[in-house]
């Protein structure tokens, strides 16, 4: 949990400063995709729509395609943690 937790303080630090595409990147980062923590998983979900509900809406598209078009890694994580139980 500590590193979902430290993870969402370097999510909010870039976003404070309006750097959403890094935040976006960070929030991304070590998915707790084997986890069976549901509080883990959530907290983890949390960070990611954090990020997601900051950015303006016509640019979503274009940062999901530059963010996922170079990793496909990141695809499995934005699907993992966009994923509702």
Do not use: H, W
């Not at 950015?55 to 395609?65: H, L, S, V, Y």
């Amino acid at each position: 949990m500590e590193d979902v937790n430290a993870r969402g303080a370097a999510v909010n630090a870039l976003i404070s400063k309006k750097s959403y595409n890094e935040a976006l990147v960070k929030s991304l980062e070590t998915p707790p995709l084997g986890s069976k923590s549901q509080e883990i998983k959530d907290a983890n979900r949390d960070t990611v729509f954090k990020v997601i509900e900051v950015i303006p809406d016509k640019d979503i598209g274009t940062r999901a395609r530059r963010l996922l078009g170079d990793r496909t890694g990141r695809c499995r994580s934005l699907c993992g943690a966009l994923a509702v139980p």
